[in-house]
């Protein structure tokens, strides 16, 4: 199982704040991920549906889309950030 914890809008279309998810053999990688969360239903659609802006941290961490995610403890899903 991988916990998986949502911010922002991505939380708020999705519906939820975090949930555990056994992920396929299949999904390898951040990409594979967001692609596979996306046909979930119609709310993972809306919410991934521009998936190069979504930010992505691994246990804490900022990644790269094409980051492996055997391991990982905790991946979260942010929208794009502005600073300020």
Do not use: C, S
Request: aromatic fraction near 8%.
């Amino acid at each position: 199982m991988t916990k998986l914890v949502y911010f922002a809008w991505v939380r708020e279309r999705i519906g939820k704040a975090e949930e555990e998810l056994a992920l396929p053999a299949e999904v390898v990688t951040v990409d594979d991920l967001l692609n596979h969360l996306r046909g979930l239903g119609e709310e993972y659609e809306a919410a991934l549906q521009f998936p190069d802006v979504i930010r992505v941290a691994i246990d804490q961490e900022h990644v790269e889309h094409d980051e492996p995610i055997a391991g990982a403890r905790e991946i979260g899903l942010f929208p794009p950030m502005t600073g300020g």
